[in-house]
């Protein structure tokens, strides 16, 4: 049985939800059809994280998940097995397991990589793909015999400052290379930090509505994260300092909250450095999209505005060129670069030296800065052509939320209802829409659908899936 399931479990990164979603739904799924039965053991965090080609905290943030709602049981040394109390059970009536979206040729974007409204997918028809290729050709001719061996656990030096400069730049942030460690994606990045940082049982604020990968690695790790509210001003800091005054972080999307869209003002960025300061606490400040900008100049970064070593600076390259890279950075305090210095060689950097050498180039020779600009007037007329579609086609029932930047839209209900089983019915329909609820930690914040828009390429495509969203609704009345 074992066999069987480890055969089939697959991953899909084109799929919207989460890899460890993915590995969370598909065991439940085994379970409920009798394939992994009560009592049978599950391949270590390490082995299954290995033979699927992820990160272990993304194996880990399924199992947990999986043990916090009873399906599974840890017994420590001895492994992670199915619970024995599901033996005499109908576990297949019990569980009501909702089937994986499935990613069919008729549901593809016609370029035969994503579905439309797939999130997090920058414009990918429009990366410079033959500059590209000729910048990893280079490296590839060019390198030297060392670039053989074994890299930087830190990332490559010339990244490191290719990077610095780009900060200085366009951010305002001025940092030395020794502070930038360059990490596979987001959740190596949070591994690194929760590794260096936190230990078990500390509490972390979390922006709620908030990115949903970002709980279960946490909770993973044996924190104790803490939802504090979203509203118009960004994360409510008087709310987190009422709910949690002693928590060790907080992780937060300031320049461009994910996924409400909106802005931490200025009072409150000042009154959570102060309390960051006062507490001796660590800000986490996710600034995974702020390149791309449609109107005017983002407010300055917390990393900028912070004089007392407080805030570790995220950045990725996912949004900006192309998620493969699996590459993001982080900027830590310059007194914590010894500690991050032991926690890194302890990981390593799952980055290959190529792509960081490539990256590298693409910046210090100003392609990086070019693509950028070139994109932001593809991005603004992508998305005005899906809020104009919603607007022709679903007035009666969305409303298009405002904002600055991005490459997703998200679309309020005007009038409550339940996004989830819309946005399950439209990814059967091969449309790649998420609903805000599932964003949602515990605070209400009404209802909604978020769409990318990144990838359509032309203005009756966009009108064509909006239509067959469209469909959706007109069905439910």
Not at 191 to 206: A, F
Request: one cysteine or more.
């Amino acid at each position: 049985m074992m066999r069987q399931f480890l055969s089939s479990l697959t991953l899909d990164s084109r799929l919207a939800d989460p890899l460890y979603r993915q590995i969370y739904l598909r065991i439940k799924d085994a379970i409920a059809q009798g394939t992994l039965q009560a009592g049978s053991r599950l391949p270590s965090v390490r082995g299954l994280a290995s033979d699927l080609g992820v990160a272990r905290a993304t194996v880990e943030s399924a199992y947990a998940q999986l043990i916090a709602e009873g399906f599974l049981q840890s017994r420590g040394q001895a492994g992670t097995y199915v619970s024995p109390q599901l033996q005499n059970l109908p576990v297949r009536a019990a569980l009501a397991v909702e089937p994986m979206p499935t990613v069919t040729a008729n549901a593809l974007h016609p370029n035969g990589a994503t579905q439309p409204f797939q999130l997090g997918l920058p414009a990918l028809d429009a990366f410079p793909r033959a500059l590209w290729q000729r910048i990893v050709g280079r490296q590839l001719r060019t390198s030297p015999l060392a670039a053989l061996a074994h890299p930087s656990t830190q990332g490559l030096p010339e990244l490191r400052a290719a990077i610095v400069n780009y900060l200085q730049l366009s951010r305002g942030i001025s940092c030395r290379p020794e502070q930038v460690f360059i990490c596979a994606g987001y959740q190596a990045l949070l591994d690194l930090v929760i590794g260096t940082l936190l230990k078990p049982d500390d509490q972390v604020w979390l922006e709620d509505p908030g990115y949903p990968v970002t709980l279960p690695l946490f909770q993973a790790a044996g924190m104790r994260p803490v939802a504090v509210p979203v509203d118009e001003q960004g994360m409510n800091i008087a709310s987190g300092m009422a709910r949690a005054p002693q928590a060790r972080m907080a992780v937060l999307t300031p320049t461009h909250q994910s996924p409400l869209g909106v802005s931490l003002s200025l009072a409150r960025r000042m009154a959570l450095l102060e309390w960051a300061q006062q507490q001796a606490a660590w800000v986490i400040e996710d600034d995974y999209d702020s390149e791309v900008r449609y109107h005017g100049r983002p407010l300055p970064p917390l990393k900028s505005l912070d004089r007392q070593g407080r805030v570790l600076y995220a950045g990725t390259f996912s949004k900006t060129l192309f998620p493969a890279l699996r590459m993001a950075y982080l900027v830590v305090p310059a007194g914590q670069v010894e500690a991050f210095g032991r926690s890194s060689r302890l990981r390593g950097c799952g980055c290959p030296p190529l792509l960081q050498a490539s990256v590298a180039d693409f910046i210090e020779q100003g392609h990086f800065y070019r693509h950028l600009k070139r994109m932001r007037p593809i991005y603004r007329q992508r998305r005005a052509w899906l809020a104009q579609a919603l607007e022709q086609q679903l007035a009666k029932y969305l409303t298009v939320a405002s904002q600055d930047g991005g490459i997703q839209l998200l679309a309020r209900f005007k009038q409550d209802g339940e996004d989830r089983r819309l946005a399950q019915d439209a990814w059967r329909c091969g449309l790649s829409v998420q609903a805000l609820s599932d964003w949602r930690i515990t605070e209400p914040t009404g209802t909604g659908l978020l769409m990318g828009f990144a990838n359509f390429t032309q203005q009756n495509e966009t009108e064509r899936a909006v239509a067959r969203l469209a469909e959706l609704f007109k069905g439910r009345n």
